[in-house]
């Protein structure tokens, strides 16, 4: 089974910047939606952004216009999410999930997560 590991968490002041990437222990091939979720204490997982196989990308409103999700192409490393503008409340753990559809089955592969934390 596939692993995905994130990395690129970590503190930073209010305004500031992380990247997080996303990279895969192997080959997931043609997946078919990429995305980030994250969990901040005491509350639900939440989708905040996603990109499709075609490169259609949605964000969640909380996100929108600070946050980017992209593909890169460095070896093993599935995804990146840009994060700009960071807010208190942008305080979570955040993770990577790569869907892949085949034969009507669906497949996720999940990250253990990195903890970003956003001080005021």
């Known amino acids: 089974q596939v692993q995905l590991v994130e990395s690129g968490g970590g503190l930073v002041q209010a305004g500031g910047s992380l990247r997080l990437s996303c990279a895969a222990s192997?080959?997931?091939?043609?997946?078919?939606?990429m995305a980030w979720y994250r969990q901040a204490p005491g509350k639900l997982r939440e989708l905040i952004a996603t990109?499709?196989?075609?490169?259609?990308?949605?964000y969640a409103e909380s996100v929108k216009g600070r946050f980017t999700i992209s593909r890169d192409n460095a070896k093993n490393t599935v995804t990146v999410l840009q994060m700009n503008s960071l807010k208190p409340e942008d305080t979570a753990v955040y993770y990577c999930?790569?869907?892949?559809?085949?034969?009507?089955?669906?497949?996720?592969?999940w990250g253990q997560g990195t903890q970003v934390t956003v001080s005021s």
């Open positions: 192997g080959t997931i091939l043609s997946p078919n939606a």
């Open positions: 999930n790569v869907v892949k559809l085949s034969w009507g089955l669906r497949t996720d592969y």
């Open positions: 990109m499709t196989a075609a490169g259609s990308t949605n």
